[in-house]
């Protein structure tokens, strides 16, 4: 079984653009999470999709938004991007919307220059 | 919301065991305990997850004391190829009541 998919690998934007991220998600999972990490703030909890629905929220200003698809893919998007959102931004999926087992993706990684 | 605190770091020789302790002091009645690694450039790996008192699998043991206060990922016999960032993660699912913490990680250096 494939795993989570995440696309691009590595992003270049500049200050005040957007971005969209896409991730596929494990086949059969309905739960898609996202997460940040910095090497200052460590790994942060973004939001989680189960079923086309954004069912939680973690502490992230609304130029953090995102999506899930009827297929489970889900898709990320930064607005007005400042230097502070550069990061590795990961995706994880789970079966059930279990948090407990996710399967995370290689991650992107977003620099903004 | 559930805090973590864990070790920034650890070194270990080959064939030891390593037990790496996170505290969660304001654990809540539905939070459970997870424990993920994560090697440079990856995602974060699921390893073990439990409630209470001691989970085993074939990787690690989890024990989590009574009053859940705490717990300690356990890795038996490590390897070179277990130097990896451990993150301890603590929280409960339910639509509009997830609480997840993620520690800062504890990375974990096998010396030969």
């Known amino acids: 079984k494939a795993g989570v998919t995440q696309t691009p690998r590595y992003l270049i934007k500049t200050r005040g653009q957007q971005v969209t991220l896409s991730c596929s998600p494990i086949s059969g999972h309905r739960s898609v999470s996202w997460y940040q990490q910095t090497p200052g703030q460590g790994l942060q909890f973004l939001f989680e999709y189960f079923s086309e629905t954004q069912r939680n929220k973690g502490n992230f200003p609304g130029r953090f938004s995102g999506r899930q698809f009827s297929n489970s893919r889900s898709e990320m998007n930064v607005s007005t991007l400042e230097l502070g959102d550069s990061a590795l931004y990961l995706c994880a999926s789970s079966s059930s919307g279990d948090f407990y087992e996710q399967y995370f993706g290689p991650g992107t990684r977003l620099t903004v220059t | 919301l559930a805090k973590t605190t864990q070790p920034i770091s650890m070194d270990s020789y080959e064939g030891q065991e390593v037990n790496i302790t996170c505290s969660h002091n304001n654990i809540a009645t539905n939070d459970y305990i997870t424990w993920y690694q994560q090697f440079p450039s990856q995602g974060p790996r699921f390893i073990i997850q439990?409630?209470?008192t001691k989970v085993t699998n074939e990787v690690a043991s989890l024990f989590i004391p009574a009053d859940r206060k705490s717990s300690t990922l356990s890795l038996p016999r490590v390897s070179l190829s277990d130097t990896a960032v451990y993150y301890c993660?603590?929280?409960?699912?339910?639509?509009?009541?997830?609480?997840?913490?993620f520690g800062k990680g504890t990375k974990l250096s096998v010396i030969p």
């Open positions: 993660l603590v929280g409960s699912s339910g639509a509009g009541s997830y609480q997840l913490t």
């Open positions: 439990g409630y209470k």
